[in-house]
């Protein structure tokens, strides 16, 4: 235990762009924590083949954020990127961040934290992958949503080549595409990105896409710019804003059906956009061949919904990922069924006040600086310059705020962590000052 009056001792799980933008926010205050990264460096999911397992970049992967909206707020990203910024860049952008504020000392490298439980005094036991088990007063959660790939099951079976998009590295290996008939599952970032780089005639000899349902596909880029850059006045009402888009978008876009693709069942925006700059291009050439639902899996091909028949040698399964927490025992501490998990401003579950989720969630239009938006309560608290309301009001908070940032999306796995950036960061901004001004005795007890 530690005693009366000195700092609380923290405990960051995970050292991807998340958890260094906490440990950077703990050190600017003094305060102490440890952090572990199960791998052999940083930047978690922007790790390209991390031995870890648990990164989910392919070689060609560019980030979908514009570099206008993604850098951290007092380190601004290299003048000279594109708009786009490969992957690569993007990782040496943190290992820069991380160098530069001094943060690379205070990482315990190739540590894996294997179990976290809340002892009988709140605090926090976590056991390590060597076999050391550690005290903190405050655990803080940044292990990232994408990692733990989420996959189908149909009837039938199927004899090809099945991956998840996770371990799609590239057209030739570990698997070659070249000459194969190729299906693609999903209607996600990274299924539009990945038919459009095996369409290309040198490569598969037939791409197949497979949607169950119709999704708008943005493009990058609107009226020369990118389209992130654009920003609603912080006036204007959510509804009305997103009206004004969506208009914008279908005057740009037309029909998704008079592409080829499936007619989508909701407005644009109501759904997390699927971006791509290539995709639509290559579904009116021919390259891409949209198809329905699956029904079954039939040995070396695939039978969907609407009775046809296509032979495939592979099959990409771009189908998201599973919101999971493998060193909590505590089922209180895993998302449902559904994939959902609310937390009391996307961080928090009410009666567990000193363990904060960071970067758990769908930020539009960007997740690299979300996290560091959060660490800002999170110090707050840790200080004590920020006190938490009681628990009922914490649930009431947390509906609320689902019915702003959820209520507009159609029912979804895909869809139970989204948030709009904006609207999130001025909200989080007056959460922190009401915090200040919240009497201590009538919140929930600080860690």
Known sequence: MRESGTAPVSCIIGAGPSGISMAKRLKDFG?????FEASDDIGGNWYYKNP?????????????????????????????WPDFPHHSELLQYFHDYVDHFGLRDGIEFETRVERAERLDDGRWAV???????????????????HWDPRTPEYPGHFDGHQTHSHAYSDPFEPY?????????VG?????MDISSELSQRPLAAKLFISMRRGVWVLGKYANGQPADKA???????????RKLAQRMIKKQLGRM?????????????EGHPSVSGEFLTRVGCGDITPKG???RLDGDGVIFADGSREQVDAIIWATGYNISFPFFTDPALQADENNAFPLYKRMVKPGYENLFFLGLAQPLPTLVNFAEQQSKLVAAALRGDYAFPGREEMERVIKADEAIHLGHFYASKRHTIQVDFNTYVRDLAKEVERGRRRPQQTASPPP
């Open 187 to 191: 209607g996600g970032n990274s299924a």
């Open 257 to 269: 059906e008079d592409y080829g693709l499936p007619k989508p069942d909701h407005e644009p925006l």
């Open 231 to 241: 920003v609603l006045p912080s006036w204007m009402p959510s509804k009305l804003g």
């Open 293 to 295: 639902a699956i029904d």
């Open 52 to 80: 870890n397992g648990m990164s989910a970049c392919y070689q060609s992967l560019h980030i979908d954020t514009s570099k206008y909206r993604l850098a951290y707020e007092d380190f601004p990203v290299p003048d000279d």
């Open 31 to 35: 305060l102490p924590y440890d952090q």
């Open 176 to 184: 070659d595409y070249r000459g194969k008939r190729v299906m693609v």
């Open 127 to 145: 056991t390590l992958s060597t076999g050391e088990t550690r005290e903190y007063d405050a655990l803080i959660v940044a292990n990232g949503h």
